[in-house]
């Protein structure tokens, strides 16, 4: 089992970055393929973030969602078993709880849809005020 803790939401004003974290559980965690949701409480389903996923040794590769590609960067350390979403340039249209997820292992996707994750953190809540 994997536990999934996110920090570092808040409130900012358009325009402002703020820097997510997502610590994960278990001792493999470089094996861990790690991606980003987020849901409005409008919303049915999560929204594709980001994903950065395990390929093959030290070798990782990172996918993005159309609305935040350019704006915001997927990172992680396995020093730390931490993930990091980058959110610069932020819009009222970025409110919503953010969610990671982890998969253990190399996916055969891009890992951009929920039913492709095996384990889920909480949430942290980011609110952008115009």
């Known amino acids: 089992q994997v536990q999934l803790v996110e920090s570092g939401g808040g409130l900012v004003q358009a325009g402002d970055s703020l820097r997510l974290s997502c610590v994960a559980s278990g001792r493999t965690f470089s094996s861990y393929s790690m991606g980003w949701f987020r849901q409005t409480p409008e919303s049915k389903e999560r929204e594709f973030v980001a994903?950065?996923?395990?390929?093959?040794?030290?070798?990782?590769?990172?996918e993005y969602g159309g609305s935040v590609r350019g704006r915001f960067a997927i990172s992680r350390d396995n020093t730390k078993n931490t993930v990091y979403l980058q959110m610069n340039n932020l819009e009222p249209e970025d409110t919503a709880v953010y969610s990671c997820?982890?998969?253990?292992?190399?996916?055969?996707?891009?890992?951009?849809?929920?039913?492709?994750?095996?384990?889920w953190g909480q949430g942290t809540q980011v609110t952008v005020s115009s």
């Open positions: 997820a982890a998969v253990v292992g190399k996916p055969t996707s891009k890992i951009i849809r929920e039913y492709e994750y095996e384990y």
């Open positions: 994903a950065i996923r395990w390929r093959s040794g030290t070798e990782y590769y990172a």
